[in-house]
Each structure stands twice: as C-alpha cells, then as structure tokens.
C-alpha cells in the first residue's frame, strides 16, 4: 500500500470515527439548568467536528500529492510495535470498568501512568516524573470539569 493510499484510507476512517463521536456524544447525560454548552456532551462534539475537518483535510493533502509509489512500513513488522499497540488497546478497554469500580481520579491516574512509562523510552523513564505529570493532569482535569464545570464522573471505592 502506498504513503498516498494509507492516507486517505485513514482519513476517510477518522471521518467515520468523527461522525459516530459526534452521534454517539448526543446520548450523554445532561444537567438541569445552566448553560447548556458545558453539558457533557458539548466537549466530545467539538472534538467530533475537529476530527472530521483534520481527516477531510488529510484526504485532500493526499489526493493533491504526487503518486509516488513509496511503500508504508506497516506497524505489525516488529514485536515491540504490536506489543505496545496491543497494551494500548488492553489500556482503552479496561479503562471504563476500573473507572466504574475505583471512580474517574484513580482510574485516569492509573491509565496516564501506565501508558507514559510504557511509551517513554527505557534510559529515559524517571518514575517521579511520570507520576508527578500523571498526577498533575488528573488533578486539572479533576478541577476542572468535577469542581468547576460540575460534570458528575463515576464515583468508584476511591476517588
């Protein structure tokens, strides 16, 4: 498969991916009163639209590019690459039932920390780091949208 094919196969697959967030984000739960753009499902439809104008955008670079037959190295070539994707993959599909029995704090944490020391090189892993990034994200998104913006997240045996 050419650079050139994968590009708008993908494109045209992110553009799918757009339009089920945008519809499956108008089955989220809404608050009573308040301004209805900081609902729960206001977020998720933003970034809907961004993807699909992203993946239009990345069809039409591809169409303009010249049809030079380069070949894509695919990801599957190495261990290391479907070990990571398959653990990523593990990560996004454990991550709501963690959520649901230890609540949205612990379970991001969780999740941030793992998949940081994961992806990140091996001489360059500093656990402080790492942990003190994945607390620091999950504390502003906590913050923000718990404390401030109101939206209610599953509350689990922690926090």
């Known amino acids: ?20 967030l945008f519809i499956g984000s108008g089955f989220m739960p809404t608050r009573n009163g308040g301004i209805p ?25 591809a169409i303009r590019k010249q049809k030079t037959e380069e070949q894509v190295e695919t990801w599957w070539n190495t261990k290391s690459a479907f070990f990571m994707f398959f653990i990523t993959l593990l990560l ?3 991550y709501p039932p963690i959520m649901k029995t230890f609540g949205f704090a612990t379970a991001s944490f969780l999740f941030i920390t793992i998949l940081t020391w994961l992806l990140s090189e091996k001489g360059n892993r500093k656990p402080v780091w790492i942990i003190g ?27």
């Not at 050139?4 to 992110?14: K, L, V, Y």
């Not at 401030?148 to 922690?158: D, H, R, S, V, Y």
């Open 1 to 20: 498969m050419t650079k050139r094919n994968a590009d708008i196969t993908a494109g045209i697959a992110f553009f799918a991916f757009a339009g089920l």
């Open 37 to 61: 753009a900081l609902n729960t499902g206001f977020y998720p439809r933003i970034l809907a639209v961004l993807l699909a104008i992203l993946s239009v955008l990345m069809v039409v670079e």
């Open 92 to 94: 996004l599909v454990s």
């Open 133 to 159: 990034i994945s607390l620091g994200i999950t504390a502003i998104v906590y913050v923000i949208f718990k404390m401030i913006l109101a939206i209610p997240f599953p509350q689990g045996m922690l926090l």
